[in-house]
């Protein structure tokens, strides 16, 4: 979104357009109007936040270089197999099961 700086204000300078159904509409007004707000400002404030949430969940972590180091002994290092481990990695989950 281009934002151009104005003295003290935000200037919009891009628009987005959308199509959306009769009931998302209707959604998005009856929540805008709980939040008492624009209908408008609802969608982009919400949807700004969700975008900004998954561009953070995309960035490259950094590490110290401790922090590096135990990473790649854990690697290097995988713990020993046992019984219990066996059984646990064998076992279906409940997203498995039918």
């Given at each position: 979104m281009s934002i151009i700086q104005h003295?003290?204000?935000s200037i919009k300078a891009k628009t987005l357009n959308l199509r959306v159904t009769e009931?998302?509409?209707?959604a998005f007004?009856?929540?805008?109007m709980i939040k008492q707000t624009k209908v408008s400002s609802f969608i982009?404030?919400?949807a700004y936040?969700?975008?900004q949430e998954i561009i953070r969940g995309q960035h490259i972590m950094s590490v110290s270089k401790n922090q590096?180091?135990?990473i790649c002994y854990a690697l290097d290092h995988p713990p020993k197999s046992n019984l219990a481990l066996r059984k646990l990695i064998k076992f279906k989950s409940v997203f498995d099961r039918d």
């Open positions: 003295k003290h204000k009931e998302q509409k209707s007004e009856q929540a805008a982009l404030n919400n936040e969700t975008a590096w180091n135990a």
